[in-house]
């Protein structure tokens, strides 16, 4: 026989929600956006994109101009009336523009790939708490950031390594960013250390340690890394001016530093190499602007191949957790 208990059952009544207080403040993830508050996010966001993609219209739209458009509108050209591509013909007759975008391309493929060897190899030695002096060393590339040594004894070193007038001086002077050091060696220290017991306690040395479980995990703040080092080559130039006395070795930046003093005084000129469309003083401003085309465009494509991996690798790498 069974009992049946008379006693009611308990059930908690649906709880009403909590009233905010006068002159409680909302969180800002709670509060609602006005009308006016869209409409001046809108507005601020559309002069932003102006702001960056107004200069890259006029320049594109200035170097496809027509000589006597340019002279009519003073300068700049916002609106185009027809194509012209003398002056993409006219940098690219002589020959010198080709190769200095050559030259940049292959300082750029290899001074990333340098970069990203020796940082990798020192952000992973300088990240484990066992390895010896690191914390010195550490110390050291710390230094290097803060305190740069100086022009002349750069040069000094530079000449003294017997890298004067040669690509490689575009490369080893730069070839480790103490940030991006810094970066990858906190992603390093983030990664478990049971990871690491268990790679050893099957027999795996520290390079396959780094290869097999560390550069794997790592490819998003690689990625972005990479980005930065090729950016940062691709658009060196003070290098170049420094220790580059041959111009079928100056890269695109430094041709366009020449092309842009050839339109400041003619005192300058003598210092600029035999540039095709700088047979007159000034050079036209079409001329001018294509050869920034010429130096903008490859950072914009690379961009959007590393852009999905670009706030997660910053993220990953400059917080440590």
């Known amino acids: 026989m069974s009992v049946v208990s008379a006693r009611p059952d308990r059930t908690d009544p649906p709880r009403r929600p909590r009233r ?17 508050g869209r409409l001046g996010k809108g507005v601020l966001l559309t002069l932003l994109v102006l702001a960056v993609l107004g200069p890259l219209w006029a320049v594109l739209v200035t170097s496809l101009a027509a000589r006597d458009t340019i002279n009519e509108a003073g300068g700049i050209v916002l609106v185009p009336r027809e194509i012209d591509i003398s002056a993409y013909v006219t940098i690219f007759s002589g020959g010198t523009v080709t190769q200095a975008v050559w030259v940049s391309t292959l ?3 290899a001074g990333t790939l340098v970069s990203l060897v020796l940082t990798v190899l020192a952000a992973y030695g300088l990240s484990r ?21 100086g022009l002349v004894p750069s040069y000094l070193v530079v000449t003294g390594l017997g890298l004067k007038d040669s690509l490689w001086s575009l490369v080893l002077p730069s070839a480790i960013s103490v940030f991006n050091l810094v970066v990858v060696r906190a992603f390093f220290m983030n990664v478990p250390s049971e990871l690491v017991d268990s790679a050893r306690i099957d027999g795996a040395g520290e390079f396959r340690i780094l290869t097999l479980i560390m550069l794997p995990l ?24 420094l220790y580059l006395d041959d111009n079928d070795k100056f890269p695109i930046q430094r041709v366009l530093q020449s092309y842009l003093l050839a339109g400041q005084s003619p005192h300058v000129t003598g210092n600029v190499p035999n540039l095709p469309g700088v047979t007159a003083y000034p050079p036209s401003l079409a001329i001018k602007m294509a050869v920034v085309v010429v130096t903008v465009v490859p950072a914009l494509l690379i961009y959007p191949f590393v852009q999905r991996h670009f706030t997660k690798g910053v993220l990953t790498g400059a917080v440590k957790g």
């Open 107 to 109: 300082v750029t493929v």
């Open 129 to 149: 708490p066992d390895s010896l002096a690191h914390r010195p060393l550490l110390f050291f590339f710390l230094l290097t950031f803060l305190i740069f040594p």
């Open 20 to 36: 905010r207080r006068q002159g409680e403040a909302r969180p800002a993830w709670a509060e609602r956006p006005t009308p006016i």
């Open 218 to 241: 790592s490819r998003a703040v690689v990625a972005v890394v990479g980005l930065f080092y090729a950016v940062g080559y691709w658009n060196a130039y003070f290098n170049a001016v």
